[in-house]
């Protein structure tokens, strides 16, 4: 997809292409129409720089109880693993 954006409406706003994007990419991010790894692709950084630009304007991570959920089950199924391979 290639975004055309009217001169005229982006008239005196002194930006390059790379912080259109980033701001589009963040703006994305926050919405959570797409994740931090796509919208990192999309800002073409890598997803440090990307978290470093989220924290640099106090925007959160995207992060909520089912993602706790998740990362708790993660962590339970290595801890059996891990005491499985030890006896």
Do not use: C
Request: glycine residues 6%; proline residues 3%.
């Amino acid at each position: 997809m290639d975004l055309h954006l009217p001169d005229d409406l982006v008239r005196g706003i002194d930006m390059s292409e790379e912080q259109w994007m980033l701001d589009l990419a963040i703006g994305l991010y926050v919405d959570r129409r797409l994740t931090l790894g796509r919208a990192a692709e999309l800002a073409r950084i890598s997803k440090p720089a990307f978290l470093d630009e989220l924290g640099r304007r106090q925007i959160p991570i995207n992060y909520d109880v089912d993602d706790l959920e998740g990362d708790l089950q993660t962590i339970a199924a290595l801890r059996s693993d891990q005491l499985m391979r030890k006896s």
